[in-house]
């Protein structure tokens, strides 16, 4: 079950459809993005919008954001999910592979993202990528 990981350049009726299939997959309390949501992912210059396909279907996604700082240009992964019909073959990696290739193209020399300790397999995927749980505070606002 090889991925084919592209960047997405327009919202499809085939894009929306595949969000409204993935995001609830990912979670429970906020709704998938309708279309224009979408588009304003797509057409930013701050975020890229990653897309895996196995035999053609949509069977995950990643969004990467990077934004330039005083001290250089952060990159964080957000929203990363699979479908559960393709977990555990490598489409999270190619994914999250796609993601740190373009923030270093971008000028990045850390990509940053969070999981929920309840996502093992995901946790698990991120340590054995490399990424290494920085002893940080997560604060939250909510507006």
Do not use: C
């Not at 053609?56 to 240009?73: D, K, Q, Y």
């Amino acid at each position: 079950m090889a991925a084919v990981i592209e960047v997405a350049t327009s919202v499809t009726d085939e894009v929306v459809e595949a969000f409204a299939r993935l995001i609830p997959q990912l979670s429970s309390s906020n709704p998938p993005p309708a279309r224009d949501a979408l588009d304003a992912i797509v057409q930013s210059e701050a975020s890229v919008l990653f897309l895996a396909r196995v035999d053609g279907r949509i069977v995950g996604s990643l969004t990467l954001a990077t934004f330039r700082i005083p001290t250089g240009v952060r990159a964080w992964i957000e929203d990363v999910v699979v479908d559960e019909s393709a977990r555990g073959h490598g489409v999270g990696e190619a994914l999250n592979r796609a993601a740190i290739d373009e923030a270093k193209r971008r000028g990045a020399i850390t990509v940053e993202l969070t999981s929920r300790p309840t996502r093992e397999a995901a946790n698990r995927l991120y340590q054995r990528m490399g990424f290494v749980a920085r002893d940080t505070n997560v604060y939250r606002f909510t507006i």
